[in-house]
């Protein structure tokens, strides 16, 4: 990856020693493209975000976790701001070029002193090779860091997409997951950047769930800046770069649903057969969010039963006789009919593995969607009981 | 309670020997209202129902718990029938005047030879003291049996109305609650009946919250005989009988979210100053569903970010600079910011009650609505991950 660095520190944010400063940071200004929630109460970064997006350029973002600087009023904005201030001027770059984010408690103001202490160490300790702890910096509840690369050639040369992320609660992004940042060395021009982006979060934060609540600091960012050389010579070239965007989404939503908070499966469900494509996903998302499905997974119980319940009350047009429902090959139900014992058992044995798909054909018409998601633990209920104290 | 008889027996439907074969029954006829859920899977005993409440009248009510006759195809409708016809000539009346309900497991063939060996005995054993017997058998992972009775006069005379529900989990009724009967001796016409039930079933059943899972097999009827010689005369003994099964039916919403799978506390989120009245529901709705608020409040923690971004997700308009957000009647929140640290100590202290009030003011309009829901522990995974088992 040409001209990115990137660096982790600890600043004193979150109570123990853990890390919770990091940034990225392009030699030149990047071309950016960003996606935010779509929960109307926003955190103050990602006011700012909203609005610095607007010139298509960004050369650095701060990261902190610990604190989500949000529902902090007109202080949390001047914070935002005066962060990207702080950092702009240890880099040398206009403060206009510096995004923001933050994750953690919501309601707390940002402890700005420490910032202003660990701003100058970050910008210090920055390197090419400082991806893993920016991944590890910006975690909260999260127990692993979320890191995926892909390398190609198009015809004008060749380039890498890098993207971190991270999860593990309030996860069921609309727009965007938490905060996710993709960093490649390719030269494509913003407008097409910013298409690419949505369409590979569609494909992947905008299918998953962990808890079914929208956070109010969701963001994702792109940045482009160029000095691979590479450029996208037509639409063939295009089409590879949405190709490897998608896969580095769809493989941190993964590694993000598989380290939700509590989880022990990673869940797939397909929905096939749906009249319309609304009604392919509202089967999905329901069948995703539904508590008593995800207690089932974790019981290891292969619960059809509950699964069908979750479909009828989705709103989508769903008519009971004709469904089919497969547990990975094993098929459970066909036709509305539960297919015996000795399917059930095969259906159990599935339930036993880490990484479970579930196949939900309605057989009413010919739309299909999916939606990752993940069990659910006592440990989730601990996690979230405790979270603050 | 005039002409009214209840019982509640073991037949053996239930793998231990716990209640599950019950039945109400009117000495005459009764005029007979219901209301049935909206999930597009329907159970049989649903499917019958929604039938035979056409002719306006019922004379008994068979349910049976550890087993819902849901997704059981052909097989299942004719089993709720024959259920029915058993109880009909026990009883020596038309089966047509039966209706049957049931509840548990999904997906399992109903144990027909336990219940027509059940029947006699369930018939045999009728009284008019038997409503806590009956209201004990139609319990699956409920812990207590639900009762609530009213006595009233109107200027007709004396009546009394007797509602029995049983909870405890797939509760996010959507036009009626698992399953609920409520028996008068009143003399009121079907249509009224209908048109009480359903404005009560909005303020009561359809305002609460387990786990967000709306049940196959949601049922809730009404049962009016006619044996007091009570009349309604005029408006205000029709507002009269109203309030009354209001009361009746919040009372047993109450102790359903009470009992709640794994519930700890019962708590009222009150919505005010939305700007449309299905705003001031879809916050509160949001709230009441939010798994990351009611872990909190399993974790008695007054996070208050978690509810305020549970309102910005709900699709209602939200002005964040405008909320006020009270915990009993600490403010804890006003104009979009945070109390202080002597506030949240004292939301701290409302938090260790076993019931708690959340008051939400959007400020930007002038609609409310509520929700009554339940804290989310470690014991309702436990409980929906073994269910089956």
Redesign the interface.
């Known amino acids: 990856m040409k001209g990115f660095k990137f660096s982790g520190i600890s600043a004193g944010i979150k109570a123990d020693d853990a890390m919770d400063l990091g940034i990225i940071y392009s030699e030149r200004p990047a071309r950016a493209a960003a996606l935010f929630t ?5 955190a103050p970064p990602v006011i700012l975000g909203r609005e610095r997006i607007k010139t298509g350029l960004c050369q650095a973002i701060v990261v902190n976790s610990g604190n ?1 600087n ?2 902090t ?1 007109a202080k949390g904005l001047a914070d935002a701001e005066k962060t990207a201030e702080l950092a702009g001027k240890a880099l040398g770059i206009a403060p206009e070029l510096v995004m923001v984010s933050s994750t953690g ?3 707390a103001p940002l402890p700005m002193e420490k910032i202003e202490q660990g701003v100058p160490e970050l910008v210090r300790t920055m390197n090419s090779d400082g991806t893993e702890a920016f991944a590890t910096a910006i975690l909260t509840t999260d127990l692993t860091a979320k890191v995926s690369t892909r390398r190609c050639s198009v015809k004008g040369g060749e380039f890498t997409i890098t993207g971190v992320a991270k999860g593990s ?2 996860i069921k992004p ?1 727009m965007a997951t938490m905060l996710a940042f993709v960093v490649t060395d390719l030269d494509i021009p913003t407008t097409l950047l910013q298409a690419c982006l949505k369409k590979a979060c569609d494909r992947s934060f905008n299918r998953i769930s962990v ?6 600091n969701d963001s994702v960012f792109a940045l482009a800046n160029g000095m691979s050389q590479a450029v996208l010579e037509d639409s063939d070239d295009s089409l590879e770069f949405q190709r490897l965007l998608d896969e580095v989404l769809l493989d941190l939503s993964e590694k993000i649903v598989k380290d939700g908070e509590g989880a022990t499966k990673l869940v797939k469900i397909t929905v096939k057969g749906a009249k319309t494509p609304e009604d392919a996903l509202k089967v999905a998302e329901t069948v995703a ?4 499905v995800k ?2 997974i ?2 290891e ?1 292969p ?4 699964i ?6 989705s709103g989508a ?2 008519e ?2 004709k469904l089919d429902l497969k547990f990975g090959d094993v098929a459970l ?1 066909k036709a ?3 297919q015996g014992k000795d399917a059930e058992k095969e259906a159990a044995g599935i339930m036993k593995g880490d990484e479970i798909e579930l196949t939900l054909d309605l057989n009413i018409g010919e739309y299909g969607d999916w939606y990752l998601f993940c069990d ?3 440990n ?3 996690i ?6």
């Open positions: 779509q929960n109307q109460v926003v989500a949000c529902f009023g408690v919501i309601g609660g309030m609309n808890d079914g609540d929208t956070s109010t969010q539904s508590n008593l207690t089932a974790y019981g119980d619960n059809w039963g509950r069908v319940a979750a479909a009828g009350r047009l769903v009971p006789e139900v509305g009919e539960w659910f633990s006592e989730y209920v601990k979230n009981a405790d979270y603050r104290s």
